[in-house]
């Protein structure tokens, strides 16, 4: 069964500093693996989605890393910002059999950064 | 806006009711999900769907039963709600083979008394 964990649990850092957000995964049979990032009493929006093919991807101040081999992801974020306190959550899809295309969360790490 | 829309956004239920929390989505997206969010506990996939007329348990099923008649549309149904159902409700979506990624949306939050 994969389980998907990520650390740390919570993370507080002033404006400015660039953070990394890490994620483990047990099962390297993963067809991607997707960063989202959950803002209090909100949905799931939609980071940065990595294909098990590729190494990293990035967007904007956001740059995630993939190494499927030893079960790990990153998810870097550079100048962070107030605006960027949230929830950020890691999930893997499976890639075959009765685990295709179901996502396998992690339980998240809550970011606050301080002005 | 093109997305997954879910209906409604709160609900407040007594121990023994029944009721259905409706998911739409306008992508023409083939598989759907629905997971809950409990603290501690993180996302859990309840059941899920392949495309229109199929459906799929996940990992935590009982209680729930789910429907996909329309390919847009995967409604999840409490037939008798227990306290333990308390939770927020995600739906999402996705193409088949996932290389797209997952629309989620924005979610119900069920409280059962």
């Known amino acids: 069964k994969q389980e998907v964990t990520q650390i740390p649990a919570a993370l507080s850092v002033p404006e400015g500093e660039n953070l990394v957000l890490n994620c483990s995964f047990t099962?390297?049979?993963?067809?991607?693996l997707q960063w989202f990032r959950q803002d209090p009493g909100k949905g799931l929006t939609s980071l940065l989605l990595?294909?098990?093919?590729?190494r990293e991807q990035t967007s904007g101040r956001l740059n995630a890393s993939l190494d499927k081999s030893s079960g790990r992801s990153t998810l870097y974020i550079a100048a962070s910002q107030p605006g960027d306190s949230a929830t950020y959550l890691c999930?893997?899809?499976?890639?075959?059999?009765?685990?295709?295309?179901?996502?396998?969360f992690g339980q998240g790490t809550i970011l606050t950064v301080h002005p | 806006n093109a997305g997954v829309t879910q209906t409604p956004k709160f609900r407040v239920l007594k121990t023994g009711q029944s009721m259905t929390l409706l998911c739409a989505q306008d992508?023409?997206?083939?598989?759907m999900y629905w997971y809950r969010q409990d603290p501690g506990m993180g996302l859990r996939l309840i059941h899920y769907?392949?495309?229109?007329?199929?459906?799929a348990k996940g990992e935590v099923p009982d209680g729930y039963n789910v429907s996909r008649l329309k390919k847009q549309n995967f409604l999840l149904g409490l037939e008798s709600a227990a306290p333990s159902q308390t939770s927020v409700y995600f739906c999402?979506?996705?193409?088949?083979?996932?290389?797209?990624?997952?629309?989620f949306g924005s979610g119900t939050r069920l409280t059962v008394v």
């Open positions: 999402a979506s996705s193409y088949s083979g996932t290389w797209n990624g997952y629309t």
């Open positions: 099962d390297s049979a993963i067809y991607n």
């Open positions: 990595i294909q098990s093919s590729q």
């Open positions: 999930a893997v899809a499976g890639d075959g059999g009765t685990s295709y295309g179901k996502l396998t």
């Open positions: 992508m023409n997206h083939e598989y």
């Open positions: 769907s392949v495309g229109e007329g199929t459906t």
